[in-house]
């Protein structure tokens, strides 16, 4: 085999963060009531918080804020874009959300089988993610995630987000596992396959609404299971 050590990213690449954020967000808009306002409907609800935290998380993963400002700014911010006072957003929103999201179990087709598969085949699995660690372990066992991963790195546990080639340095490191004989698998054409690249792995950007792009990348699959074609 070329490859002996393959780390996936977690969130939009095997945990399906949009199916999972969109049924915690219709539970929050429920609970609180949130259609006694009478000026929006949930699914704007859910699009603005979505574009919201998508911004939030560029500025966190450019190191601009820190995990608690993301957490307690996402809801207020949110209120605010939808017309309302930041002061009406309920202040146990942000924690409800965190507890209840990595509960969630929804992954992307094709997951688990081909987690198997490639184990079977004799693949060491590791998982290099942006993500909090106290969430993105719940995420793992609450979809049946983490028995197939040998190492869990996340950015907490070695001070650097991706794309900063020192995670995925520092996840070579824990795993054993040399640059030629690894390939990073994700979502992210920044965070994830430039900073493979950056730290000479080969990559696999995961792109399953197929969109365009001008980026060189080793592998390009639209389906988890098209893994299975080359490795």
């Given at each position: 085999m070329k490859y002996r050590h393959l780390f996936f990213d977690l969130d939009h690449t095997l945990w399906d963060f949009e199916a999972n954020a969109d049924q915690t967000l219709r539970h929050l808009y429920e609970e609180h009531d949130?259609?006694?306002?009478?000026?929006?409907?949930?699914?704007e609800f859910i699009r603005v918080y979505s574009?919201?935290?998508?911004?939030?998380?560029?500025?966190?993963?450019?190191?601009?804020?820190?995990?608690q400002q993301l957490r307690a700014t996402r809801f207020p911010r949110t209120f605010s874009k939808l017309g309302l006072?930041?002061?009406?957003?309920?202040?146990?929103?942000?924690?409800?959300?965190?507890?209840?999201?990595?509960?969630?179990?929804?992954?992307?087709?094709?997951?688990?089988?081909?987690l198997d598969y490639l184990r079977d085949k004799g693949y060491e699995l590791h998982l290099i993610t942006n993500g909090f660690r106290d969430v993105q372990h719940v995420k793992?066992?609450?979809?049946?995630?983490?028995?197939?991963?040998?190492?869990?790195?996340?950015?907490?546990?070695?001070?650097?987000?991706?794309?900063?080639?020192?995670?995925?340095?520092?996840?070579?490191e824990r795993s054993g596992a040399t640059a030629a004989e690894s390939l990073m698998v994700g979502d992210n054409l920044e965070c994830d396959v430039?900073?493979?690249?950056?730290?000479?792995?080969?990559?696999?950007?995961?792109?399953?609404?197929?969109?365009?792009?001008?980026?060189?990348?080793?592998?390009?699959?639209?389906?988890?299971?098209?893994?299975?074609?080359?490795?």
């Open positions: 949130l259609s006694r306002y009478g000026t929006f409907t949930v699914e574009d919201i935290n998508h911004g939030l998380w560029r500025l966190y993963q450019n190191g601009k804020i820190g995990q006072a930041e002061a009406d957003s309920p202040a146990d929103m942000s924690e409800q959300f965190t507890d209840i999201l990595p509960l969630k179990s929804a992954v992307f087709p094709h997951t688990h089988e081909v793992l066992q609450s979809s049946n995630l983490t028995d197939y991963f040998r190492e869990i790195v996340t950015s907490e546990c070695c001070g650097h987000l991706k794309p900063d080639t020192r995670i995925f340095q520092h996840a070579l430039l900073g493979a690249y950056n730290a000479g792995l080969d990559q696999v950007y995961f792109n399953p609404d197929k969109r365009r792009h001008f980026n060189q990348v080793t592998y390009e699959i639209s389906c988890l299971s098209e893994l299975k074609g080359f490795l």
